[in-house]
């Protein structure tokens, strides 16, 4: 590494674990730039509340520039990567120069995938983006204003019928929240709707939901979505997706509204890697999170397969990705030889997952919580894990707000109209 | 009209006039049908914070159906008026069954007029709607990231120059909201930035800003501009707008981002009522609002000529297009015959504009402010009117913690990402 020092450390992402390991390299002597597409860093466990219009995009993104102004030996790049030159140390932008790097982190994340049927996507849209989350939000509303306007006819049916595919723990967080919203929220506004007019299912391949979780705390979130009113059909796996709707198994279910929250399939960009890739199109990477033969270039979370204690691949969660940033920009600015270090271990902290107001599962080691003590048990750690004072606050005001009124605070239509207008 | 009874009041348009015409019916026996295009009424005196990022959509918007909840007689359309029938007193919409009216108020608002120059809208986007705030956020959010790249360069000087045509509330209120954001807010986040880099330019037809205020508040507000490092020209006409920049007078000026705040224009829907409009698409009401001959159907706010005491036309102000609603309800609730109605009587209340922070100025009658004291009238004013106790807490606590930090709240860019994605 010693002649490349005086280029900076790349990282290439700024979700959860290249914000991590951007900040574990503050006070080094080591210059890092940061490559983002988009100019935030984005809380995405909170994603689905945007869809369903109770918390704002501003309410859970900062501005990467905002986050690192007082860390003086960051520079931020609002870019794109092309492709990755190992041998040379070099990366490709989509605007400007290439830029060489000392050390690579690659922490590019994941998208949707649609197990091979990318045409689906245009009939069941996934949630990993804001602008996913908008559309997911305009549809919905929209389906209420039409379902208004159409009302008695086959069509109000299937407008009112949100299908959610897969569920892991986005999906169940998003089918509670429709839920809340369309047979709860809702239906105040709309003279024509009563609380069960608004249909929600949710399907899972296997054949059980939460399949992270153990099994009584995922048989007990079951309960908890059915008796908020979604139809959870397990062990069907989806055949076809249209825009009438979607075939589960051998049933064809109308509905103007599928929702993706199946499969997550690496970066494309590490395909230019030229090293294996598991079949979620993860990087194999060694224990220490690099490449083999390649000590300075690290892959770390949704993007890679790195094998936990008992051989499965570590799960995509925020707290993976930190973890791992930590630790290889400790390798960085430790400059730790590869036969020096000692493998990545993921301390696992717990999970959670709410399924509406006051209702959650939440797994702590040998803990196992449900109810409402797993529900404030979530607020408070997401809360507690958003970042700043200023949305701190925010969240917690709406839904504070939400709890009180039923009233979610960002009804708003106005992405489709931009549509109409480009 | 007693053979109509039955028949709904429609109201066409959810801004201040139809909200307050609306909301004066509560209590009333007549039904009454709000149709807008949109789901939401927005808090337009602040879009220009959403525009310059201090702001997020969801603090000045709220779903017109929420606003309703309680008031049992309103029904809410989301649709479009397409065609007026004033003798068979119905209105045809763009989706479903046309409506037949009893009475009828027309509040469609105002949108931007280029002076006979349409091509001038998509290089010089002007601000009336969400979708608008957005995109010159966007815009602007996207130069700093432009001009950080290509530093140095003369793209780099015209990628931060933006030039406001238009020396109205609007026009002063954005020029100083881009002069805090660009020239203080930004700086730390951009190492290449300097206070003076970004240059704004508030271009103005006539010989003062802000000509609807005396004299002297004209000019304090413009040496305050100066102070902020706006460059304010006087009696400059556009002559020319396009991609490179804009021909005020005789003079071209380079500029990535020219905004429209100069001209409005009434909702192209009146011109088929077959009635007089004025020089700016605007009806010729009677002084009941009312137009000749027709005394059930009123045109209140952006879109009526109203003449004032003076003999001018009452200016486009909220304050107007409320009280305007207020006096229409009265009529029509209390079934007013055209004979015996008093001439609908503006109460000027005063008229306020900000600069920046601590810094604005108003007239109340014959007093004139500036300075912080017209500053926290005008922040005291805009809580107060905005609607509902969750907005308020929203933006005076985004107010305040801008007014701490200087970081602007709303510094996302999702809005060209979906552009691509389309």
Redesign the interface.
């Known amino acids: 590494m010693e002649q490349h020092r005086r280029d900076p450390v790349v990282v290439v992402g700024g979700g959860f674990g290249g914000l991590a390991a951007a900040r574990a390299l503050q006070g080094t002597l080591r210059d890092v730039v940061l490559i983002d597409?988009?100019?935030?860093h984005l809380f995405q466990p909170l994603l689905y509340q945007v869809a369903t219009a109770a918390l704002?995009?501003?309410?859970i993104?900062w501005?990467l520039?905002?986050l690192f102004?007082s860390q003086r030996n960051v520079?931020i790049l609002?870019n794109e990567v092309m492709a990755i030159h190992r041998a040379a140390r070099r990366i490709d932008l989509r605007?400007?120069d290439p830029i060489s790097y000392s050390a690579l982190i690659l922490a590019p994340g994941a998208c949707h995938s649609y197990f091979g049927h990318a045409a689906w996507e245009a009939d069941a849209p996934g949630l990993k983006?804001?602008?996913d989350a908008?559309?997911i939000r305009e549809r919905m509303?929209m389906a209420f204003?039409k379902a208004e306007?159409v009302k008695g006819t086959p069509d109000a049916l299937d407008e009112l019928t949100f299908v959610i595919v897969g569920g892991g723990p986005t999906g169940v967080e998003l089918a509670g929240a429709l839920a809340e919203i369309g047979r709860k929220a809702m239906t105040?506004?709309?003279?024509v709707l009563r609380e069960t007019t608004c249909r929600i299912l949710l399907i899972e391949g296997g054949p059980r939901i939460l399949e992270a979780f153990p099994l009584a705390l995922s048989r007990r979130a079951q309960a908890s979505l059915e008796r908020l009113g979604v139809t959870v059909l397990l062990n069907r796996r989806v055949q076809d997706v249209n825009s009438k709707g979607v075939l589960a198994g051998e049933e064809f279910i109308r509905s103007a509204h599928v929702i993706w929250a199946a499969g997550n399939v690496a970066s494309p960009i590490l395909s230019s890697l030229g090293v294996p890739l598991d079949s979620s199109g993860r990087v194999m990477v060694e224990p220490d999170l690099s490449l083999r033969g390649d000590p300075w270039l690290f892959v770390i979370g949704d993007a890679a397969h790195c094998p936990s204690a008992e051989g499965k691949p570590l799960p995509g969660l925020a707290a993976v990705a930190m973890q791992e940033g930590r630790y290889v920009a400790g390798m960085i600015s430790r400059g730790v030889p590869p036969e020096r270090r000692a493998p990545f271990v993921y301390r696992d902290r717990g999970i959670l997952a709410t399924i509406g107001r006051a209702k959650a599962v939440a797994q702590f080691g040998p803990l196992s919580l449900s109810g409402i003590v797993a529900w404030l048990a979530w607020c408070f750690v997401h809360i507690f894990f958003l970042i700043g004072f200023?949305n701190r606050?925010?969240v917690m005001?709406e839904w504070i707000?939400y709890y009180l009124t039923f009233?979610p605070?960002?009804?708003?239509?106005?992405?489709k109209?931009?549509?109409k207008?480009?």
Chains 1, 2 share one sequence.
């Open positions: 597409r988009v100019n935030h704002s995009p501003g309410d993104a501005p520039r905002t102004r520079r609002l605007d400007g983006t804001l602008p908008l559309e509303l204003e306007r105040p506004d709309f003279p200023r606050v925010r005001f707000w009233k605070g960002a009804r708003l239509i106005y992405w109209e931009r549509i207008r480009t």
